[in-house]
């Protein structure tokens, strides 16, 4: 949609003579306050912190704030062109939802909620392996609307072939790999709270439902929920994995391939040599690695390596429209969004999904005319200049 950010302006400032009481916020920072009201410890911090002391999650945010816009004037910035192009397919924005697991400890709505809000305002769910709801059920949810699959690759061969034929036939139309998380991490907080969801039976949604797993079973997981559970602790990562390994997804599915958690260039190098469609930028919004790069210094790294030959996308850190500005500014095609839904989930639910991606596209269209950009397209480095920290 042409000049979509002045037109949600518009809409907002025509209710101030009858505001709203029940109105959501606009500003990040009291999402995250609402949302902190509202959860209860175990499931705020699940999503909030990061592994041990949070210095990747600063890291994130940092990165963004060394690199500086610099507008340009008399662009004739007055009809703008958000969309973009990935894999044959032309989507309305450089958003994507990010993958997130065990979104039914967040609110209600959970995953169903998240894909709903997606749909609604045109921006691709990417659904997670580890939500609480099957996949078929989510794109059942989300009818035409473009979605992708998130996948975390398991020890058993056979559920992860599953895993690919379910959402090939389920209608996802890409495949995300998650690389950067073979185990979990050590997180502080986690620990501090003794809140792991999925021993709670949230999060495995897709494995109860899935007969490759179900079939190592000795009794079906309505049985013995807590074996089937504990089955899933014993298969869910895999550490062993080689970039060789890689040949194994494409045998069984057609679907590109992208991979999620590529930092270093010669990792970027790698993907490329062993024939993946697409590279996400990502260090898990800070959840993994301690004391790692930030995601946004990575990107030119990378970008650099691909040189255009596959799409880059990237996440972790993005907060407003000019974070997004930045990223496509340093190379990405697209930027996949995270923690700001989780707190629009936890105060609203699928409205506030919703609410919180109405408004970043908003501050996106907005600031890119603003900077003199018509098009995100083409969005450079021109724009931008690096300051010291």
Known sequence: MSNFGNKVQFS?????????????????????????????DGPYYYVAAGASGGKTMKANLQAFDSWKIVPRMLRDVENRDTTIELFGQTYNYPLLHAPIGVQSIIHEDGDLGSARAC??????????????????????????????????????????????????????????????TPMMAWREYDLKNLYLPFLMGEGVGNYLTDPAFC????????????????HWA??????????????????????????????????????????????????????????????????????????????????????????????????????LVGRPCMYGLAVAGERGVKEVLRNLIADMDITMALSGEKSVREINKSILMESKR
């Open 12 to 40: 907002v400032y025509q209710t101030m003579t009858n505001p709203d009481p029940e109105r959501l916020p606009v500003v990040y920072e009291e999402w995250e306050k609402r949302a902190r009201d509202i959860l209860k």
């Open 119 to 180: 749909a609604a305002i045109g921006v691709p769910y990417i659904a997670s392996s580890a939500s609480t709801v099957p996949m078929e059920k989510i794109a059942e949810a989300m009818g035409d609307a473009p979605k992708w699959f998130q996948l975390y690759w398991s020890k058993d061969p056979e559920v992860t072939a599953s895993f690919l034929k379910r959402a090939e036939a389920s209608g996802y139309s890409a495949i995300v790999v998650t690389l950067d």
């Open 234 to 335: 014993k298969v869910f990562g895999n550490a062993a994995l080689t970039w060789s390994d890689l040949s194994f997804l494409r045998e069984h599915t057609t679907l590109p391939i992208l991979v999620k958690g590529i930092m270093h260039p010669e990792d970027a190098k790698l993907a490329l040599e062993h024939g993946v469609d697409g590279i996400i930028v990502s260090n898990h919004g800070g959840r993994q690695v301690d004391g790692a790069l930030g995601a946004l210094d990575a990107l030119p790294l990378v970008c650099e390596v691909i040189n255009n030959q596959i799409p880059v996308l990237m996440d972790s850190g993005i907060r407003r429209g000019s974070d997004v500005i930045k990223a496509l500014a340093l190379g990405a095609k697209a930027v």
């Open 215 to 230: 079939s190592k079973l000795e009794k079906s997981p309505k049985e013995d929920p807590n074996a089937a559970i504990m």
